[in-house]
């Protein structure tokens, strides 16, 4: 189900029976709890999540970062809706 507002196409919603994760700022939902890989991560600001899959995220361009476990292209994701910062993703190089 898609909601609008005020011209505005915004959030996915999963459904009311699952735990789910959301944006701490906006509410909107990101993740149901099925889909919760690992909570094993060190961010640079905290714990990680780990997730299958996740909804209502945009994505930044492919850097590469050197993180605890050696140099990555990742990505960072964010609220599609209210355009909070969530984290990262990794992303894979295009092989031309």
Known sequence: ???????????????????TYSCIH?????????????????GS???AYLFNSVVNVGCGPAEERVL????????DIYCENCKT?????YRQYRKW
């Open 26 to 42: 906006c509410r909107a939902h990101l993740a149901n709890h099925d889909e919760l890989i690992s909570k094993s991560f060190q």
């Open 1 to 19: 189900m898609v909601k609008m507002t005020k011209s505005k196409t915004f959030q996915a919603y999963l459904p009311n029976c699952h735990r």
């Open 68 to 75: 605890l476990t050696g140099l990555h292209a990742v990505a």
């Open 45 to 47: 600001q905290g714990r």
């Open 85 to 89: 910062t969530l984290g990262w993703k």
